[in-house]
């Protein structure tokens, strides 16, 4: 699958139609339709689309189909579309008569106007009766051997399922700290650029690293952290150790304290629960293996090496099954955190003054947003898990983790 970084996110090149239309999409495991913006959008019409509009008028094989859906996403973006089916094609695959949501009418506050890649598993599709999406109909067309697919964001600066959280801590400068930590269900979402952490989890972060609080930005730490500063996150026996730069946000008008750019520790004060997003993965190697309903996880290697890839042909390679992960935990959207809830005065503050474009640098990506607890208006992909389909796939699905070796 051939992935472009552009901004924050992260597109699917492919064609669709006869003769072909070539389109880009975001990436998005937390939702399971293709989502094709067509020269039926008005708003398109008026300003430019991203990733390039389809024209049913133009393709030979297009059919329309019969079922008409609509849906929203938790950044306000709604949509209104008809599936359809034409040629597809990704890469060397092609395939016939594949079935996509056709979308007509596409409303944005943020965010912008985009296609969606949605890979996730079939269930999170919008029709009622449900069909093989791309990972299944390419599994089906002997394309590939299962429906499984990996993603790794090369720690640069997507896909989402729920694991099994049992820990949270940092390291700081050979340090580790723990924070009082109950096992609970989150999520692991490519179509939502910076980590949703809990107002307990930043304080941690306070208290045990080189983060303060500055009374405009909330949370903020230098942009250019240590690379022995890291969040670390627990599955069962799995510890996976990801850099704090990952999960810093430049601010829009460059700021920092004696020619020091620091960045912002996006978090999220009424949180109740936890989103694992693309700053998470950049430390990570995952594997979304929809065939054997298996998340696999396995700490990222810095070190420069060889990309050793393996196919998949019925489980994943040198994967084994987690130990150590509770059978009783908390439900995934927790009541609301009854400590923690307010900012002690004793923590360190600093007050951050506008730099000059010439004074400091930094490495992290760009928040729209300056609020202490940030908002899903902090990127243009968060929230691209459906609202009324998020429930559903929480009650129903709990992936089993195993470990890569």
């Not at 495991?29 to 094709?36: F, K």
């Not at 390419?138 to 964001?153: D, K, M, V």
């Not at 910076?194 to 303060?212: A, G, P």
């Not at 509770?326 to 927790?334: A, E, I, R």
Request: contains cysteine; charged residues 20%.
């Amino acid at each position: 699958m051939k992935v472009d970084q552009q901004g924050f996110l992260y597109w699917a090149n492919f064609t669709i139609g006869n003769p072909p239309q070539k389109l880009s999409a975001e990436i998005d495991t937390g939702s399971a339709d293709l989502l094709v913006l067509t020269n039926k959008i008005e708003t398109c019409k008026e300003k430019d689309c991203q990733g390039g509009i389809f024209n049913p008028e133009k393709s030979d094989t297009f059919k329309w189909g019969d079922e008409q859906v609509s849906n929203s996403f938790g950044s306000g973006q709604s949509w209104k579309g008809e599936y359809a089916n034409d040629t597809f094609t990704l890469g060397s695959s092609t395939l016939d008569s594949f079935q996509f949501v056709g979308v007509i009418e596409y409303n944005a506050t943020n965010g912008g106007y985009f296609s969606v890649f949605g890979v996730g598993i079939y269930s999170l599709e919008n029709a009622e009766t449900k069909y093989p999406n791309l990972p299944y109909a390419l599994a089906n067309a002997g394309e590939i051997n299962t429906p499984a697919f990996s993603l790794w964001l090369n720690n640069e600066t997507h896909g989402e399922a729920v694991v099994v959280m049992t820990g949270f801590g940092t390291t700081s400068g050979g340090k580790t700290s723990e924070l009082d930590f109950k096992a609970r269900p989150v999520l692991l979402d490519s179509g939502t650029v910076q980590s949703r952490l809990s107002l307990n989890m930043t304080l941690h972060l306070i208290k045990t690293m080189k983060v303060s609080m500055d009374e405009k930005l909330g949370a903020v730490a230098p942009c250019n952290t240590s690379s022995k500063e890291t969040l670390d996150f627990t599955f069962g026996d799995l510890t996976l150790n990801v850099l704090l730069a990952n999960f810093l946000a430049k601010i829009p008008v460059k700021s920092g304290v004696d020619g020091v750019a620091y960045c912002k520790v996006v978090y999220y004060e009424d949180s109740t629960s936890i989103i694992l997003g693309d700053d998470f993965p950049r430390g990570a190697y995952v594997v979304y293996d929809w065939g054997n309903m298996e998340i696999s996880l396995a700490q990222y290697n810095s070190e420069e090496a060889e990309d050793d890839i393996h196919e998949i042909i019925r489980d994943v390679p040198g994967a084994s099954a987690a130990t150590g992960v509770p059978t009783m935990y908390l439900k995934f959207d927790q009541p609301a955190e009854s400590a923690g809830t307010e900012v002690p005065t004793e923590l360190p503050t600093i007050t951050a003054t506008p730099l000059s474009t010439a004074t400091g640098s930094g490495t992290g990506s760009v928040a729209a947003s300056s609020t202490a607890a940030g908002d899903d208006e902090d990127n243009g992909a968060t929230g691209s898990l459906p609202t009324n389909l998020m429930c559903m796939m929480l009650l129903t699905f709990i992936f089993n983790v195993v470990l890569l070796a």
